[in-house]
């Protein structure tokens, strides 16, 4: 089965440093960064607001917790976002997915 994370990022820069990375070791396929959006939150029991860029980053179910893991480790965010979950994947996609971790490719 295929997975999808989503986490905002602060700047398309950081989204796309970090994409790299994750491609380079090996725990997702792809990392979409979307254009801004507005956020409206509650940090620190204060209400707040900003601008932030959404990134879908895909990968395999068996890749997604480490995937996850490795995110925030390398995240801009002291506490960022970061959730994934399991999907149902078109055959192409899923094949796709399903070799990230069968390559040897994975770094950590």
Same mark, same amino acid.
């Given at each position: 089965?295929?997975?999808?994370?989503?986490?905002?990022?602060?700047?398309?820069?950081?989204?796309? $440093?970090?994409? !790299?990375?994750?491609?380079? !070791? %090996?725990?997702? =396929?792809?990392?979409?960064?979307?254009?801004?959006?507005?956020?409206?939150?509650?940090?620190?029991?204060? $209400?707040?607001?900003?601008? !932030?860029?959404?990134?879908?980053?895909?990968?395999?179910?068996?890749?997604?917790?480490?995937?996850?893991?490795?995110?925030?480790?390398?995240?801009?965010?002291?506490?960022?976002?970061?959730?994934?979950?399991?999907?149902?994947?078109? $055959?192409?996609? !899923?094949?796709?997915?399903?070799?990230?971790?069968? %390559? =040897?490719?994975?770094?950590?």
């Amino acid at each position: 089965m295929s997975a999808l994370i989503y986490c905002p990022f602060p700047d398309t820069q950081s989204a796309r $440093k970090i994409g !790299e990375q994750l491609l380079d !070791e %090996g725990l997702i =396929g792809c990392i979409n960064v979307g254009g801004p959006i507005q956020s409206l939150f509650i940090w620190g029991g204060e $209400k707040g607001e900003g601008e !932030e860029y959404p990134a879908l980053l895909k990968t395999d179910e068996d890749l997604l917790e480490l995937a996850i893991s490795r995110l925030e480790e390398l995240h801009p965010y002291d506490a960022p976002a970061v959730l994934g979950w399991q999907c149902v994947a078109g $055959k192409a996609a !899923e094949s796709w997915l399903r070799n990230l971790g069968g %390559g =040897g490719n994975i770094r950590h």
